[in-house]
């Protein structure tokens, strides 16, 4: 069963070593893992959506069952930042809820976290650690 990017990122915090976390990430790579480290650490990135606790119900329902999963849901990412989509504030306020409660709540949480840059806060990943995983990245815009 492949694992949930919230999986694949506690694993690479769990990781020892720099060498271990680069690695796991290579490992792990697909689009949407380094979507939601581009969008964490990319400080050109900025997020239309508020600060601060996201009032929404995490969903209860047990991994692997009846969720959808951030690794399809990513495409929609570009709704919340800037220059990103046009559409009024609160439509895209409850977008991004009605999408975080779809999620197994360990990968809403990641959501949360990346829309006010706070990835590093719950898991130990650098942006250096990032960046020598997949140098292709380029900062200050897209990938």
């Known amino acids: 069963m492949k694992l949930l990017i919230s999986e694949v990122l506690q694993k690479v915090s769990n990781a020892k070593t720099k060498a271990e976390k680069v690695k796991l990430l290579q490992e792990y790579n697909t689009p949407a893992l380094r979507a939601i480290l581009i969008a964490n650490y990319d400080e050109s990135i900025e997020s239309l959506l508020p600060e601060g606790a996201v009032p929404y119900t995490p969903n209860e329902a047990p991994k692997g069952t009846e969720h959808t999963v951030l690794e399809h849901e990513y495409r929609k990412l570009y709704i919340f930042?800037?220059?990103?989509?046009?559409?009024?504030?609160?439509?895209?306020?409850?977008?991004?809820?009605?999408?975080?409660?779809?999620?197994?709540?360990?990968?809403?949480?990641?959501?949360?976290?990346?829309?006010?840059?706070g990835l590093q806060r719950k898991y130990k990943i650098t942006k250096a650690c990032v960046e020598e995983a997949f140098p292709q990245i380029k900062w200050g815009g897209r990938a």
Do not use: P, T, W, Y
């Open 81 to 117: 930042f800037k220059g990103g989509s046009s559409i009024k504030q609160m439509m895209r306020e409850n977008l991004f809820i009605q999408m975080i409660e779809g999620l197994h709540a360990e990968e809403a949480e990641v959501l949360v976290l990346i829309k006010d840059k």
